[in-house]
């Protein structure tokens, strides 16, 4: 059974820096795709970042390009999302997911496992 576990949410402050990550169990993690999205109260959840199996493939958001840095550990079985001059409108539960399968999305509707979300909330 695959498991997505998220950690590193939290609050800081605009203009702040955050690291969240998420360790996969259960799967072949090396020909995985991984992506994080995100979901803001009243609102759809939103694409953020995908990566290819070895990395070489990134893909980010509009909103985040030049602020979010994605990168993976094969060896660890890990994505990490590094986060600067966070906004308060970055406010949101951040997913982090996985494909059955090594091709990256921008489509929630693509991903085939999620872990449990965690908060990262921007404010002064």
């Known amino acids: 059974q695959v498991q997505l576990v998220e950690s590193g949410g939290g609050l800081v402050q605009p203009g702040g820096s955050l690291s969240v990550s998420c360790v996969v169990s259960g799967s072949t993690f090396s020909n995985t795709a991984m992506g994080w999205f995100r979901q803001a109260p009243g609102k759809g959840r939103e694409f953020v970042a995908t990566i290819s199996p070895g990395g070489s493939m990134l893909r980010y958001s509009d909103s985040v390009k030049g602020r979010f840095t994605l990168s993976r550990d094969n060896t660890k079985n890990t994505v990490y999302l590094q986060m600067n001059s966070l906004k308060p409108e970055d406010t949101a539960v951040y997913y982090c997911?996985?494909?059955?399968?090594?091709?990256?999305?921008?489509?929630?509707?693509?991903?085939?496992?999620w872990g449990q979300g965690t908060q990262v909330t921007v404010s002064s």
């Open positions: 997911a996985a494909r059955a399968g090594p091709s990256p999305s921008t489509s929630y509707l693509q991903y085939d496992y």
